[in-house]
């Protein structure tokens, strides 16, 4: 736990998708009851000490990996891939040659295909695009040497392991909004003019909280960030660091935990 409070990615990517699922029912609860918010922090601790929001985010990390395939399915390939490939590519013709001419000269026996032999093999051309973005991605961990991949894909970890949880947030959030709604509903024993404001803006929240991770959270909300990482990472192939980056790889934190 301490480690994933520590490490930028781990926090941002991991611990914080798992703190939003708790945090509905968490401000439900408090705003119903405010008289128990004390002995609410003390179960947060406690939750922490036993490790619940550490499975919770290792869960959601899982979760998110398990949604990639279907992710890169729907966007027609994986980012990174449709980048490099001239039929789906978002650079201009000179960038892409660029960036394919360097990664040709830092990749031993990398060769990319001409346009014909491109159009005639899709599959092979996407094969090579997806090896030598590897190379680039172990050329590039760095996190100081190559600032803005690392954020981009923490950004990219982070909605993606919102996706994964959202599940699990519906969940809550209809169990928060059923309880609250029950609670004002039982409190004054039908009668809705004496329902106290605390208990409506329980209600509220559940109900936001239930659009939120419902219309916002879906795989557009995941595609921004991942075309982003994907344009970050194609941009170090400019960096005169990039070379200094390959050698010292090894020894620096890793940007892509994924």
């Not at 994986?78 to 001419?101: E, G, H, N, V």
């Not at 595609?223 to 994907?230: D, I, L, N, R």
Request: positive net charge.
């Amino acid at each position: 736990m301490i480690d994933s409070i520590l490490d930028p990615y781990d926090r941002k990517a991991r611990l914080y998708p798992a703190l939003l699922v708790m945090l509905v029912p968490l401000i439900a609860t408090t705003l119903v009851a405010p008289v128990f918010s004390s002995q609410l922090a003390g179960l947060a601790s406690l939750v922490i000490a036993l490790g619940g929001l550490m499975l919770l985010s290792s869960l959601g990390r899982e979760w998110g990996k398990r949604k990639e395939p279907k992710l890169f399915e729907s966007w027609g390939g994986i980012p990174t891939t449709l980048m490099l490939l001239r039929a789906t590519s978002q650079l201009d013709q000179l960038t892409l040659d660029r960036y394919r001419k360097i990664l040709e000269g830092k990749v031993s026996s990398l060769q990319f295909p001409d346009a014909t032999s491109e159009a005639s093999d899709p599959a092979k051309c996407a094969a090579i695009c997806e090896s030598a973005v590897k190379w680039l991605r172990e050329a590039t961990r760095d996190t100081k040497k190559f600032a803005l991949v690392f954020v981009e894909n923490t950004n990219y970890g982070f909605r993606r392991n919102l996706l994964g949880v959202k599940p699990l947030a519906l969940v809550m959030c209809v169990l928060t909004l059923a309880t609250t709604t029950l609670h004002a509903w039982l409190s004054t024993a039908g009668n809705l003019s004496a329902v106290t404001p605390h208990s409506w803006s329980a209600v509220v929240v559940a109900f936001i909280g239930l659009v939120v991770w419902g219309r916002v959270i879906n795989a557009d909300f995941v595609k921004t960030t991942a075309f982003a990482y994907a344009t970050a990472l194609l941009a170090t192939c400019d960096l005169p660091t990039l070379a200094v980056g390959q050698k010292k790889s090894r020894k620096t934190s890793a940007t892509n935990k994924g």
